[in-house]
């Protein structure tokens, strides 16, 4: 399968200042990567992306919201009306040069990650993942939801079934409202319990929605245990002709909004794995808010969807890209030695929890499919 690296110039940028958990360098991080490994070039898997018109968004975000951010954009601030309507120019939501033009784009690389997925490929979209934002609202840092955009665009293109899995650390609640009424879509949030926004728990199973909150210091045989008796079973019980992910780096261990704990090689693995389940296949960013973990993971992700072989040890050019990072949130002494020079993580195994096997009990009572075996024993 062909694959394409999505990216634009407003990328390459944090966009955010201050504290904010995202004022960090993410997708800039990946390119500067990919770039001194050979995994991409000018001529070589990139694809820029443009800007989401202003009839695009409508297809999903109330026309007041999209004009709020304009303006707020503009005037600096937002009004008082406009952060109580539509929670933007908050500590959680703040308003910064260039934010229409982040979120557009974001959507923009959405429905580009569509087409191309849908012409036969492997898109990966690292600044998307926006899964938090609201029709009317901003939620979680996330201000346009791209990954309604590829879904509603993957729909539009002629597929009947589009699965959505979200991997990051946090509820996919975005993206589960936006299609709980749609048989087409079936969503599935794996997702650590008892984390912001305090939803998803097991019981909420709107419409197409299985939700797995895992146990916090989830290690990877746990994780393997999750994808192959519940991820899998429902995911091929749907059947779906293609598939969009979300890949949040914060499920890494190490990362500074979570207590999960899994290596970046264990997350490689389920999403090669998702994406052979459908033609058609969307990969897109998410949460992570350390800048080693999220660079190293998804930096290797993309060799892994694009066949290129990960070195044990980077040369001294790409380790250089790691050198420069910084991050106010992940303390000095606990950057691993391992964050600098290597992109692959030692995989994290050890003992499944009752918890775990008691929450795959739970959903396969709901749902009596078989168990993927071959993920259990491979």
């Known amino acids: 399968m062909t694959a394409h690296f999505i990216t634009a110039g407003i990328f390459r940028e944090t966009g955010y200042?201050?504290?904010?958990?995202?004022?960090?360098?993410?997708?800039?991080?990946?390119?500067?990567?990919?770039?001194?490994?050979?995994?991409?070039?000018?001529?070589?898997?990139?694809?820029?992306?443009?800007?989401?018109?202003?009839?695009?968004?409508?297809?999903?975000?109330?026309?007041?919201?999209?004009?709020?951010?304009?303006?707020?954009?503009?005037?600096?601030?937002?009004?008082?009306?406009?952060?109580?309507?539509h929670h933007i120019g908050t500590m959680e939501n703040p308003i910064f040069?260039?934010?229409?033009?982040?979120?557009?784009?974001?959507?923009?690389?959405?429905?580009?990650?569509?087409?191309?997925?849908?012409?036969?490929?492997?898109?990966?979209h690292p600044g998307g993942g926006t899964h938090h934002g609201r029709r009317d609202r901003a939620s979680g840092f996330c201000f346009f939801n791209d990954p309604v955009f590829a879904i509603l665009e993957l729909l539009d293109l002629g597929r009947r079934?589009?699965?959505?899995?979200?991997?990051?650390?946090?509820?996919?609640?975005?993206?589960?409202?936006?299609?709980?009424?749609?048989?087409?879509?079936?969503?599935?949030s794996v997702h650590e319990a008892g984390r912001w926004p305090f939803t998803g728990t097991l019981e909420d199973r709107v419409g197409q929605a299985c939700n797995l909150p895992v146990p916090p210091r989830l290690n990877d045989a746990e994780f393997a245990r999750v994808m192959a008796g519940a991820v899998f079973p429902l995911a091929r019980g749907f059947a779906p002709d293609a598939v969009v992910i979300t890949v949040g780096a914060d499920a890494l261990k190490?990362?500074?909004?979570s207590s999960l704990a899994l290596s970046n090689t264990g997350m490689w693995d389920a999403v090669e794995r998702l994406v052979a389940l459908a033609p058609a296949a969307v990969v897109l960013g998410g949460g992570g808010y350390n800048p080693w973990t999220l660079g190293r993971s998804w930096?290797?992700?993309?060799?892994?969807?694009?066949?290129?072989?990960?070195?044990?040890?980077?040369?001294?050019e790409a380790e250089a890209v790691l050198a420069a990072l910084d991050c106010e949130l992940v303390e000095e002494e606990d950057r691993a030695p391992e964050w600098f020079t290597t992109i692959a993580d030692g995989r994290n195994d050890g003992p499944v929890r009752p918890?775990?096997?008691?929450?795959?009990?739970?959903?396969?009572?709901?749902?009596?499919?078989?168990?993927d075996k071959t993920w259990a024993t491979g």
């Open 17 to 85: 200042s201050g504290n904010h958990p995202l004022a960090i360098a993410r997708v800039g991080t990946v390119e500067r990567l990919c770039s001194a490994l050979g995994w991409i070039g000018p001529d070589r898997h990139v694809v820029e992306a443009l800007p989401a018109s202003r009839a695009d968004l409508e297809r999903f975000h109330d026309p007041a919201y999209i004009e709020a951010i304009r303006r707020a954009e503009a005037a600096g601030r937002a009004s008082p009306e406009d952060r109580e309507r």
């Open 97 to 124: 040069r260039g934010l229409y033009h982040r979120a557009a784009v974001s959507v923009g690389g959405a429905l580009l990650a569509a087409d191309l997925a849908h012409a036969g490929a492997v898109a990966f």
């Open 161 to 188: 079934r589009v699965l959505y899995v979200d991997l990051d650390a946090h509820h996919g609640d975005g993206v589960e409202a936006a299609f709980a009424d749609d048989p087409r879509v079936m969503t599935i």
């Open 254 to 257: 190490g990362d500074p909004l």
């Open 299 to 316: 930096a290797g992700l993309w060799a892994r969807l694009s066949g290129q072989a990960i070195p044990e040890r980077l040369p001294t």
């Open 355 to 371: 918890e775990v096997e008691e929450l795959i009990a739970a959903v396969r009572a709901a749902d009596p499919l078989e168990e």
